[in-house]
């Protein structure tokens, strides 16, 4: 009880701050910009909002920003499931603590460094992944989505996988041994009972990929290309009009937050 009166203060002043910053991005999304003067209008408006929705490019941007955060979501859960299952049920006890700290190793390198490395691998013509493909006959991705795609599931790989392997290592013997005293098969198995179990740590899992991705802008300003997510909007966009740059940095604000109601429905979060 002690600690957590000590804890309250400091916790109330990071929600007020946090909040804080929210609602004011919230209300300068709302709020032009004089184009004579500069200086900002502060009346309210949805010209800002009109504009992203309205222009195509900002509209593909939207979108392009959604479908790459919903893939690497997806790929990471793909290879994220195979890798998390070894470690919790196949690999030996003793293993399990070293497996668990090579999968937090690449978080303590420097984000930078990381997609800097994806760079150089990624080059259309002399990267690592275009000399292993050369003598298949096949370029590598280059710059643009897919390379975007490749260097976000590694960054965010780990925090898909910790959440399922804390899920699979709390999944009772006994109910997979009573599915195969009644005979269910290995996939019957997977899908009636580990993926029940496993669920609300995908969903946790996913909430770090997603949102994450959604907000990133770096990594597609670095192996990117000439493709641009929400993020590289308004990084060019807020010294010359911060309410439209705050009107582009709410949409992802929005898209999780409706991502994350639409996950506390399920009651996911409630079995975590």
Do not use: H
């Not at 010359?240 to 929005?254: D, R």
């Amino acid at each position: 009880m002690r600690i957590a009166g000590l804890l309250a203060a400091p916790m109330a002043w990071l929600v007020v701050v946090y909040l804080g910053a929210l609602l004011a991005l919230f209300i300068t999304a709302f709020w032009t910009v004089d184009d004579f003067t500069g200086q900002l209008v502060r009346t309210f408006t949805l010209k800002n909002f009109q504009e992203v929705f309205s222009n195509p490019a900002y509209l593909t941007t939207v979108l392009r920003t959604l479908g790459i955060a919903l893939s690497v979501t997806v790929v990471c859960l793909v290879l994220a499931l195979p890798l998390a299952m070894f470690m919790a049920r196949i690999a030996k006890p003793s293993w399990r603590p070293l497996m668990v700290a090579l999968v937090l190793t690449p978080l303590w390198a420097s984000y930078l460094v990381k997609v800097y490395a994806w760079r150089a691998m990624l080059q259309p013509e002399s990267g690592v992944i275009a000399w292993f493909l050369k003598p298949l006959g096949l370029s590598g991705p280059g710059y643009g989505t897919v390379g975007i795609i490749i260097t976000l599931t590694y960054l965010w790989l780990p925090y898909m996988i910790l959440p399922i392997y804390a899920g699979l290592t709390r999944l009772p013997n006994s109910m997979l041994d009573a599915s195969a005293d009644l005979g269910a098969s290995g996939g019957r198995t997977f899908r009636s009972i580990v993926v029940p179990m496993i669920f609300p740590s995908v969903v946790a899992g996913s909430i770090f990929t997603f949102s994450l991705s959604l907000g990133d802008y770096i990594t597609a300003q670095i192996v990117g290309g000439t493709t641009t997510m929400l993020g590289n909007v308004v990084q060019t966009t807020y010294v010359t009009n911060l309410p439209f740059a705050a009107a582009v940095a709410t949409i992802p604000v929005v898209i999780v937050l409706l991502y994350l109601m639409a996950v506390r429905r399920s009651g996911a979060l409630d079995n975590l």
